[in-house]
């Protein structure tokens, strides 16, 4: 089974700032037939079920605001958070689909400095 | 719109059984795989099962393999997990959440419910 381990557990950052949550897999999420890596990102808030985010490790979700971006490829993968707003107050996932079964990271809390 | 409506959760003692049911509307159901994924609390996601379209495939965590079924009715929009033989470290808030892309088994998820809670406790 594929592992995913997010870094770094918890982050503050001042309101306004850039804020970067890395994901690393235990193997290539990277699909050679189509040179897509099968990575996805969650938000969730207190007291709510998770928001897909991004998915193909870098396409936003429709209604996603453009300050979150995905990046990265293979097993290296980077969820950045730029001009950071009060209501980014979440917890953030990684989650793999390029195998059974799925698996998510352990999480990434994000509060404001 | 699309909304997903878990119920069936409760406190229920170690050993015994009980069955989630979530209710979806919004989307053809029958034209997407779906999956139950838990919380436990204060903790992780963790994915639980998950089943096809058609019903022709599904697939179990190895923590729930063996006490766990899942199952839908298309005619009904409707999603269930069986749960025996539970444990307390099953306790946790059950999320259904509906496929968006599927893999060779392993999906993304588009929408999720606000959950159901499962507490097993004496």
């Known amino acids: 089974d594929i592992v995913m381990t997010q870094s770094p557990d918890s982050l503050a950052v001042s309101l306004g700032e850039r804020a970067t949550i890395n994901c690393k897999s235990s193997?290539?999420?990277?699909?050679?037939?189509?040179?897509?890596?099968?990575l996805a990102w969650y938000q969730q808030k207190p007291g709510q079920p998770p928001k897909l985010l991004i998915y193909w490790a870098s396409a936003r979700e429709s209604g996603v605001p453009d300050r979150f971006s995905g990046s990265g490829s293979g097993t290296d993968f980077t969820l950045t958070i730029n001009n950071l707003q009060a209501e980014d107050v979440a917890v953030y996932y990684c989650?793999?689909?390029?195998?059974?079964?799925?698996?998510f990271g352990q999480g990434t809390r994000l509060e404001i400095k | 719109e699309v909304q997903l409506v878990e119920s069936g959760g409760g406190l229920v003692q170690p050993g015994r059984s009980l069955r989630l049911s979530c209710a979806a509307s919004g989307f053809t159901f029958d034209d997407y795989a779906m999956h139950w994924v838990r919380q436990a609390p204060g903790k992780g996601l963790e994915w639980v099962a998950s089943?096809?379209?058609?019903?022709?495939?599904?697939d179990y965590a190895d923590s729930v393999k063996g006490r766990f079924t899942i199952s839908r009715d298309n005619a009904k929009n409707s999603l269930y997990l069986e749960m025996n033989s539970l444990r307390p470290e099953d306790t946790a808030l059950y999320y259904c959440?509906?496929?968006?892309?599927?893999?060779?088994?392993?999906?993304?998820?588009?929408?999720w419910g606000q959950g159901t809670l499962v507490t097993v406790s004496s």
């Open positions: 959440a509906k496929a968006k892309y599927c893999s060779t088994g392993a999906c993304y998820f588009d929408y």
């Open positions: 193997q290539s999420l990277l699909y050679s037939f189509n040179k897509k890596n099968f």
């Open positions: 089943i096809t379209w058609n019903s022709g495939s599904v």
């Open positions: 989650q793999q689909y390029y195998s059974a079964p799925p698996a």
